[in-house]
């Protein structure tokens, strides 16, 4: 089975700043990695995600991460951040196999202070 | 890309009501999903609804608790029956979309946030 765990329930850090928000998992089987943005009353909307190939995968908003291996990781990273990218944000994987079962991890909640 | 829409938006309801939430997609997708998103937690699939068959639902939840329809391939529906407020979460939607690199994205709809009191 596979599992999610994000440790940061909440990250806050200042306007410009730069901010890492951390992801990681277990799976035996090949998985596919996804983080989703969650605006205050909204759905959650797909920010990047590793297929395959290159570990290093941008997605919109200025957003990039960088998929490790041998640490099970995917941690989600912007250089500089603004005020309307304050958010709910889920790491999330699903086995490689063309299932469509995400498993979510808990969230971190960005606050981008000014 | 789906645009999904979902009513309604946020409700209050007493508890050993039901009520149902309906979501609504702008494209013909043959997957829909029902998530719960309870407070503090991360989202949970609750069934899968595919037009013309029955739902299928994951461990834990029960058709008696959350019937769903699916009566296109544009709508469906999510029932709460008989609430209590440990059903107080936030009630989404997703559609399954077969892109270009092979891999079928899931497009979220805004959710229903259910309050049971």
């Known amino acids: 089975a596979q599992s999610v765990t994000q440790l940061d329930s909440q990250v806050p850090v200042f306007e410009e700043a730069p901010v890492e928000l951390r992801c990681n998992y277990s799976?035996?089987?090949?998985?596919?990695l996804f983080w989703y943005v969650q605006y205050p009353n909204q759905g959650l909307q797909l920010l990047l995600k590793y297929l395959s190939g290159s570990t290093l995968v941008k997605g919109i908003n200025g957003f990039e991460a960088e998929f490790n291996k041998s640490q099970t990781s995917f941690h989600l990273r912007k250089p500089s951040v603004h005020i309307s990218d304050t958010a709910e944000y889920f790491c999330?994987?699903?086995?490689?196999?063309?299932?469509?079962?995400?498993?979510f991890g808990t969230g971190t909640r960005l606050k981008v202070l000014a | 890309s789906a645009v999904i829409s979902q009513k309604p938006s946020r409700d209050i309801c007493q508890r050993g009501t039901s009520l149902t939430i309906q979501c609504q997609v702008d494209s013909q997708v043959t997957m829909m999903f029902w998530y719960r998103q309870q407070p503090g937690q991360s989202l949970t699939l609750i069934a899968t609804?595919?037009?013309?068959?029955?739902?299928?639902?994951e461990s834990g939840f029960v058709i008696d608790k959350f019937p769903i329809s699916r009566p296109n391939l544009t709508f469906s529906t999510l029932t709460v029956s008989n609430m209590s407020p440990e059903d107080s979460s936030i009630y989404l939607c997703s559609v399954e979309l077969g892109l270009a690199d092979s891999y079928n994205e899931q497009f979220f709809g805004p959710g229903t946030r259910l309050t049971v009191l």
């Open positions: 609804a595919n037009q013309g068959s029955e739902a299928t639902y």
């Open positions: 799976s035996s089987v090949s998985v596919y």
């Open positions: 999330a994987v699903m086995k490689a196999s063309g299932t469509y079962k995400y498993i």
